[in-house]
């Protein structure tokens, strides 16, 4: 009996510790499982809203919003709300963000948020403007939409848990850690997962920094000035099952990364693995296995290392000791 009260304090103990750290409470996960309203924007309907925002405002946790074709002039925050935002047809339902600001904002605490069905473009040109900008929240998805012509296509601070899935993620400028990312995730990032994106004509594709449990799978990265960026202190980031073809450098990287299994198809430069002041750290934690080279190869495949300041000095190069004999089918 005594040993059955030990085990069930111990489970309280662990159980109240845990929660706060993912940020969710039992109040909320009722909340959110709940079937909610739809509200309207858009179309012929009674009662409809014109704007997204207006709508987005009425709305309570759990609710959706759903939006008919047409372009809309704004700059939309969830406003600390737990929403799906659907559009009717991502070719058509567009959010135009007038060249001011962020079109999309997702931040401060938003659980479990979907946004699925749009064309979302026109950022401003300020270092955070963005696409999508997400902050502070755990669970968003991100999936089905075209992210055209931002500053920044989807920027990701300080997240748990999100998905950037299915989506067309296409000519997106300049951005903070260089000129252009598609999709930027910086500063502690914990277990984002980004799966079957179509990255294309984005100075950047791809960069990362302050990430830990990642994966990147199944994405189509090409023709950009840099594939993948990977910056510092990036753990535990598994890169597998892409494709990186036609881009002037395939992959940055500095450390933190175990790429499997991917094509490295007609870029530039496949690689660039460059180390800075604690050298052994950041060159020698990625992991190279299985990838395509873009030709079959019978002797392993040397990964070039530069060290130094601005990786001047060449030095011993890390090795993909099995290299795919042929493209993965992705």
């Known amino acids: 009996m005594n040993r059955v009260v030990v085990v069930g304090i111990i489970f309280l103990f662990v159980a109240s510790s845990v929660i706060p750290i993912y ?11 709940s079937d909610g309203n739809t509200l309207y924007v858009g179309g012929s309907g009674e009662g409809n809203y014109t704007k997204i925002q207006d709508a987005i405002d009425n709305a309570s946790n759990g609710d959706t919003v759903f939006v008919y074709s047409g372009t809309y002039y704004e700059n939309v925050d969830l406003m600390l709300k737990s929403i799906s935002l659907i559009g009717e047809e991502k070719n058509t339902t567009v959010i135009d963000a007038k060249g001011i600001g962020t079109a999309i904002s997702i931040d401060r605490f938003n659980y479990l948020s979907t946004i699925r069905g749009f064309t ?57 850690f260089g000129t252009g990312a598609s999709i930027k995730q910086v500063y502690y990032c914990y277990n984002t997962t980004l799966t079957g994106n179509y990255i294309s004509d984005n100075d950047f594709g791809i960069a990362y920094a302050f990430n830990r449990n990642g994966m990147i799978s199944g994405n189509i990265i090409t023709n950009n000035g840099i594939g993948f960026v990977y910056y510092i202190c990036n753990y535990n980031m598994i890169c597998t099952g892409n494709n990186i073809s036609n881009n002037n450098v395939g992959l940055n990287s500095i450390h933190g990364l175990t790429v499997v299994q991917n094509n490295f198809i007609n870029n530039t430069q496949h690689v660039k693995l460059r180390g800075f002041h604690s050298f052994f750290m950041n060159i020698y934690n990625s992991t190279w296995k299985r990838n395509y080279w873009g030709k079959p190869r019978k002797l392993p495949y040397p990964i070039p290392v530069r060290i130094g300041f601005h990786g001047l000095i060449p030095w011993f190069p890390q090795f993909d000791w099995n290299p795919a004999q042929e493209p993965y089918d992705i």
Do not use: P, W
Not at 24 to 32: A, K, S, T
Not at 135 to 159: C, F, R
Not at 162 to 168: A, D, F, G, M, T
């Open 23 to 33: 940020g969710f409470n039992i109040e909320q996960l009722n909340i959110l499982s």
């Open 120 to 176: 979302i473009q026109n950022s401003g040109s300020e270092e955070f403007a963005s696409g999508i900008f997400i902050s502070e929240v755990h669970g968003v998805i991100i999936t089905n939409n075209i992210v055209v012509a931002n500053n920044i296509g989807i920027y990701l601070y300080n997240t748990r848990d999100c998905q950037i899935r299915n989506n067309n993620i296409i000519r997106n400028k300049g951005g903070i």
